[in-house]
């Protein structure tokens, strides 16, 4: 699994292309950030066009977090916070079924169930 994260580390925080001025941004997304983050944090977020290709082998998590799909919520839950991850792949019987994210766990603890 690729995070948005992931993208953002690899393109902002490791490439050389980065400008100069980290502060180049629209108002309209960041306003009132301004005064939290420093230049250096503003050029993490900062993605400019990557010249060379770029492979998901490059970015993605390496480890693999998966649960069967019997597995309580709470395991689920556990592991993500363990893994420092916010998704998990459901399996029934080695075949991916599906993928939980932090926001499916969220509304299983709340008790929202969607059609």
Request: a negative charge; proline letters at 3%.
């Amino acid at each position: 699994v690729v995070s948005a994260m992931d993208i953002v580390r690899f393109f902002g925080h490791e490439n050389k292309n980065i400008q100069s001025d980290a502060r180049t941004h629209p108002e309209f997304y960041v306003r009132g950030w301004d005064e939290l983050l420093d230049d250096d944090e503003w050029r993490q977020f900062h993605v400019e066009e990557y010249e060379e290709p770029a492979w998901v082998s490059d970015i993605m998590t390496p480890v693999v977090f998966e649960v069967k799909e019997d597995a309580a919520l709470s395991e689920v839950a556990a592991m993500m916070v363990r893994g420092r991850i916010h998704r998990v792949i459901v399996t029934r019987e080695r075949r991916v079924v599906g993928i939980v994210s932090t926001l499916d766990v969220l509304k299983g603890v709340a008790g929202v169930v969607e059609e």
